[in-house]
């Protein structure tokens, strides 16, 4: 039996897989650094141990082949990296033992430890000073309707870490942050807040709809059905709202609503299929993309919060 491999269960390894997918861990480097500690391939990884490897496979290979301890110190050493040294790598190795179940040691307690003290000092300079040194000229509660579980769980990688983390099963929403910094220096921030179209949830969506400033609907592409439920969530927030909305510092205006529809996947878009076609109808603007991705959405972000920003500005 290969001596370096250590007990670690499958729900721990599990644990460790979410933690680096959650933090954007790029698995490029370990490839390349598995592939040198190995002196050569063996049967286990020669024929999938490739360029395209999934980070699951990568991990378990580096566990079996390697070893738990230098698989923990090489990621350490990228996540260091990847966050320009603002957390030492003994807190990311801490972080990552305590992730994957083992015992962490005195060394690792006192990491953790300077670890919470920094992210104390991080939190009272955001409470006193706000996000890049001040507070938003404007914030905005933006809707986003649509997503099925497994897009949702990517939205994470687009925004702001959660302002406030719900538990979609027991009341059907996500809430999220984005900061959009302007040529003119004002700042903008969405509150995205990522309602269930589960059927369970329909009840509670009228009161999530109040007081929103936007609205982005998900489609699927090719999917009848879906741009059915797109047409149905319109209905509802347009009911609730008027699709108009006031700021405080406007008291007394009412504001057009911007409507945002999205086509998702990588079907063809069809003419006559309709995604388009019902923008048109609902006054919307449309995005065609082909998937949950920081590349694909930041411009429906960014169009939404100019969108908003003018409309706030010179309101008709």
């Given at each position: 039996m290969n001596s370096k491999i250590e007990s670690l269960s499958e729900d721990k390894i599990t644990d460790l897989i979410g933690f680096l997918k959650k933090i954007n861990y790029p698995p490029e480097e370990l490839i390349y650094a598995?592939?040198?500690e190995l002196i050569k391939p063996t049967p286990v990884t020669k024929d999938?141990?490739?360029?395209?490897?999934?980070?699951?496979?990568?991990?378990?290979?580096?566990?079996?082949?390697?070893?738990?301890?230098?698989?923990?110190?090489?990621?350490?050493?990228?996540?260091?990296?990847?966050?320009?040294?603002s957390i030492s790598r003994g807190q990311v190795k801490a972080i990552l033992k305590r992730f994957s179940g083992k015992t962490l040691s005195s060394?690792?307690?006192s990491q953790m430890y300077e670890l919470r003290?920094?992210?104390?000092?991080?939190?009272k300079f955001l409470t006193y000073f706000g996000e890049w040194g001040k507070e938003p000229d404007q914030l905005f509660k933006v809707i986003i309707i649509g997503l099925n579980d497994d897009q949702s769980a990517k939205l994470p990688s687009l925004l702001i870490t959660p302002k406030v983390s719900g538990e979609r099963k027991t009341i059907g929403v996500d809430f999220y942050t984005k900061t959009n910094e302007y040529i003119d220096k004002s700042l903008t921030r969405l509150q995205i807040w990522n309602v269930s179209g589960d059927k369970r949830f329909e009840f509670l969506r009228e009161y999530y709809y109040k007081g929103a400033s936007a609205m982005i609907i998900v489609y699927e592409k090719g999917n009848q059905e879906s741009l059915k439920l797109a047409k149905k969530y319109?209905?509802?927030f347009k009911k609730v709202t008027n699709l108009k909305f006031k700021l405080k510092k406007l008291r007394n205006i009412f504001i057009d609503t911007p409507i945002i529809l999205v086509g998702l996947g990588s079907t063809p878009i069809i003419p006559l299929e309709g995604g388009p076609i019902l923008a048109n109808e609902l006054g919307a603007n449309y995005f065609d993309k082909k998937e949950i991705s920081a590349d694909e959405?930041?411009?429906?972000?960014?169009?939404?919060?100019?969108?908003?920003l003018v409309k706030c500005k010179y309101p008709l």
């Open positions: 598995i592939k040198k999938v141990f490739n360029d395209t490897i999934k980070l699951e496979a990568l991990i378990r290979i580096g566990i079996q082949e390697v070893g738990f301890n230098w698989l923990i110190s090489q990621i350490s050493l990228d996540i260091f990296n990847l966050f320009d040294k060394t690792d307690r003290k920094k992210i104390r000092r991080s939190e319109y209905s509802e959405f930041e411009d429906i972000f960014e169009a939404v919060s100019v969108e908003l």
